[in-house]
């Protein structure tokens, strides 16, 4: 085997010093040490350069990160499956257990000062702004009150941001106007890997932005049709359902050619655990007693693949309770924030600066 030493494998790869260590430390560099330094396998490192040379690919192209996983669609946090800790943990138990490893009981901790400040510029509102609108307000104002910096503890910022008095979940139910037992689902939502939104929280981590910027980034990837508010597409499409008939409703979407929304996940093969446990627990009613038929309405037109997804568990929630078509989206982002804090946390004991995506010059 040739090998290299440190200085010669990062002129070969084009890269600093510093970004050669980051590739060893996310696995794609395996060097050997020895008593005058670091010896780098030259084959090894040419692979990569060529990786780097056929794909347009950023300094960063995997993440490794020990905190969610996800294997034959199962759901677990830290090696613990999610759908049991749904059924036994509260939200700020799994929340402590994404940012340090270990479920603690207990509200989360406040400063009052900060809490009250932020309550008085949410109150202050129009009734009109709806709460995932309020949410990102909060966060926005909680930075500006109490700058931080990266790696500050987490709880008081998240407990002023929520409105928290005693539990996350009873500010869930004061803020949507109605309890709606979302305990089973904040647990369910509180990570899910590298979705698009993580991935923005972790990029602005790797500029050491403290948490509320961090949230405030995540947020602004989070809005939209294709991410946290895709369970108010299904909110209305369960309202179709309801109004006209699951074979009705189904029927429509084939003519118009739209998948029907809250059905399938790309990570999943067969089954949505988080589906599965939210669509299990709908208390009875026209809700609970229409979703069945139109998951075998979907099945039928879609094939296999066309599952219930966890926006169809939220926005069935949200219409058996009575709450509006954005209240799933609202609960989807509380419910994330501790995933987002997480992974927040674990990128700022990363190398800085590390995502860095090369753009292609053309048309």
């Known amino acids: 085997m040739d090998e290299i030493p440190t200085a010669e494998a990062a002129h070969r790869l084009g890269v600093k010093t510093a970004t050669l260590y980051a590739y060893v430390s996310r696995g794609l560099l395996t060097p050997r040490r020895t008593a005058a330094g670091s010896l780098f396998d030259a084959g090894q490192v040419a692979a990569l350069a060529r990786r780097g040379r056929d794909r347009p690919s950023g300094a960063v192209e995997t993440v490794r990160s020990g905190l969610t996983s996800l294997d034959g669609d199962r759901l677990r946090y830290r090696g613990r499956d999610a759908v049991e800790l749904s059924r036994t943990a509260s939200f700020e138990e799994v929340a402590r257990l994404l940012w340090t490893g270990t479920a603690v009981a207990g509200a989360l901790a406040r400063d009052e000062e900060l809490t009250a400040g932020v309550a008085a510029v949410v109150g202050g509102l129009p009734p009109r702004v709806r709460p995932p609108a309020r949410l990102r307000v909060a966060v926005a104002v909680a930075g500006a009150l109490r700058p931080a910096s990266a790696g ?39 990570d899910h890997g590298l979705a698009v939104s993580t991935v923005a929280a972790r990029v602005a981590a790797s500029a050491r932005a403290p948490l509320s910027s961090v949230l405030s980034a995540a947020l602004g990837a989070a809005d ?20 006209d008939g699951p074979a009705r409703a189904v029927a429509e979407r084939r003519r118009s050619q739209e998948r029907p929304p809250g059905f399938g996940h790309v990570l999943y093969a067969a089954r949505d655990p988080r589906a599965e446990e939210l669509l299990g627990a709908l208390p009875p009613g026209p809700v609970a007693d229409v979703v069945p038929p ?24 949200a219409l058996a309770h009575g709450l509006a078509a954005d209240a799933g989206e609202f609960v989807f982002e509380v419910a994330r924030t501790a995933g987002w804090v997480a992974h927040a946390l674990e990128e700022y004991r990363a190398p800085g600066l590390r995502f860095r995506v090369r753009g292609l010059h053309g048309q």
Do not use: I, K, Y
Not at 224 to 243: D, I, K, Y
Not at 294 to 307: C, S, T, Y
């Open 152 to 190: 500050a503890d987490p709880e008081p910022l998240l407990a002023a941001v929520l409105g928290v008095t005693t539990t996350v979940a009873d500010a869930v139910d004061a803020t949507l106007g109605s309890p709606g037992g979302w305990g089973p689902a904040l647990v369910l939502l509180a």
């Open 224 to 243: 939209g049709p294709l991410h946290a508010s895709a369970s108010t597409a299904a909110h209305r499409f369960l309202e179709q359902a309801l109004a």
């Open 294 to 317: 139109l998951v075998e309405q979907v099945v039928r037109a879609h094939g296999a693949a066309a599952f219930p997804n966890v926006d169809l568990g939220l926005a069935a929630h």
